[in-house]
């Protein structure tokens, strides 16, 4: 069972699965989120909640800032 609350911000989620056992799927789908990500929303969050959209973004912008940042800059 998902909750509707994000684990990050504690903020509705809007999760599609949690809103209708019945949706087909969700906004997140939409997203492409690294693998690495993934993993460590699992790690820090687990799987019985989904970020929000904001949250979810946010460490999307952050993974790939990392992956694309100039040598000397953090």
Do not use: F, M
Request: charged share 25%; hydrophobic share 20%.
């Amino acid at each position: 069972t998902y909750t509707q609350l994000c684990p990050r911000c504690e903020h509705p989620n809007r999760c599609g699965l949690a809103q209708n056992s019945q949706a087909q799927g969700c906004w997140c789908t939409d997203l492409k989120v690294p693998e690495n990500l993934l993993e460590k929303i699992q790690d820090n969050w687990g799987d019985t909640s989904c970020l929000c959209k904001s949250c979810l973004s946010e460490l999307i912008e952050e993974s790939s800032g990392r992956d694309r940042s100039p040598s000397g800059q953090s």
